[in-house]
């Protein structure tokens, strides 16, 4: 039985604190839209809250068998998760699912007056958004109280990583189960014409795939690739902004001043997966990470990849010359050089996404994951 109560209907989950899907920037829209679907398969009754300013729609509509309902939130940063999840919650306690499952420490705030309500939650901690640079004292505050809020009233606790789990433990007394964001390895079906539009050679680039925003650190990138001086290779920013930033307009600048510096924009379906499959190199010099997401599905298509140090990248487990000292641009130019001049081994490759794609495929990160719902239905039974 799906839900394991024994009742014998179709049990429903409801999903929160995310922007929505399909083909939504952002990791932990990746984490829910990769999620849904396993769902779904497995037996569910899969809902997504989005946010309407980023969908297509404004209408309620279904996407692979999973019910999206685009609601209402403010066009400002600090506000919207926290505005738009009350909106869901409330969308929630009328619909009545068997599981609200609240994504990120800002939404889960709203944890207790779920709880209130009636209903069965599940918080999913994707990271120390506290820490992100966009945000300032007040907002720092906020998240952290959501943090606290989430971990110590919801039902069941997840967390993308062993190290988040492991603090969270440690800082709240509460039980949290770690299970990591997956990675599906797509493989392009068309020739988009991406390469030719973006005027890229195969092997000839490197590649970032991120959100605009300050702790993804672009800049650095930037700087350590004008290092290079190498007319043969170029760099290419995947990724838009978030809100329009002062952060973005830095790292157009700075790009502008540099030869060789493709910004690519947000890039979804065939169009990503080319210039994945035909890049030289991915880097990733971020200061903050939940799980890194971008740097699986690099080194799921084989990609050799450039990490900064930080213990999200580090928990992946890659070789020591995998890895730079965060902010270091100077040990980031040489490491680039140094991959560089490595021949591509194409068997190396192969074996590396065969790797990836049997120790973080979704299907076993969605079973683990219903093991949490299936234990907080069970006690919901007794």
């Known amino acids: 039985m799906a839900d394991g109560s024994g009742s014998g209907r179709q049990p429903r989950v409801m999903m929160l604190g995310l ?8 990791g932990v829209e990746k984490h829910v839209e ?23 729609t404004p209408d309620p509509y279904v996407w692979k068998r999973v019910k999206v309902f685009p609601l209402w939130s403010p066009a400002s940063m600090k506000f919207e998760a926290v505005a738009h999840t009350a909106l869901g919650v409330l969308f929630a306690a009328y619909h009545r699912p068997d599981i609200l499952h609240i994504h990120a420490v800002g939404p889960a705030l709203l944890t207790p007056l779920a709880r209130l309500m009636g209903l069965k939650v599940v918080v ?30 919801a039902n069941a606790r997840i967390a993308v990583s062993n190290d988040i789990a492991r603090t969270m433990e440690t800082r709240y007394g509460v039980p949290v189960q770690a299970v990591p964001n997956g990675v599906t390895v797509r493989r392009s079906v068309t020739d988009t014409g991406i390469l030719q539009k973006l005027g890229l050679t195969p092997r000839r680039y490197i590649i970032m795939v991120a959100r605009i925003v300050p702790e993804k650190r672009q800049h650095d990138l930037i700087t350590a690739f004008a ?3 190498d007319p043969s290779v170029k760099l290419v920013l995947v990724g838009s902004a978030e809100f329009m930033a002062a952060y973005s307009q830095e790292v ?49 298509v084989g990609l050799p990849v450039l990490a900064s140090d930080i213990t999200a990248n580090l928990e992946i487990g890659l070789p020591p010359e995998d890895y730079f000292p965060l902010g270091d641009v100077e040990q980031l130019a040489d490491a680039m050089r140094s991959k560089l001049a490595t021949p591509f081994n194409t068997d190396k490759a192969a074996e590396q996404g065969s790797v990836v794609e049997r120790e973080y495929g979704w299907l076993s990160i969605s079973d683990q994951t219903l093991g949490v719902y299936n234990a907080v239905l069970k006690r919901k039974a007794l």
Do not use: C
């Not at 922007?19 to 952002?26: A, S, W």
């Open 252 to 300: 157009e600048k700075l790009a502008g001043n540099v030869p060789g510096v493709v910004l690519a924009g947000m890039q979804t379906g065939d169009d990503l997966a080319i210039l994945y499959e035909n890049a030289r190199l991915f880097v990733l010099p971020s200061s903050h990470e939940g799980m890194p997401i971008a740097l699986l599905e690099a080194m799921g």
């Open 19 to 26: 922007r929505g899907i399909p083909d939504v920037q952002g």
């Open 124 to 153: 999913t901690h994707h990271g120390y958004d506290y820490d992100r640079q966009k945000w300032g004292g007040f907002a720092k505050r906020i998240l952290k109280l959501g943090e606290q809020a989430g971990m110590r009233f």
């Open 34 to 56: 990769e999620l849904s679907q396993q769902f779904v398969d497995k037996g569910w009754d899969v809902s997504v809250l989005g946010r309407r300013r980023y969908l297509l």
């Open 227 to 229: 290092k290079l001086a």
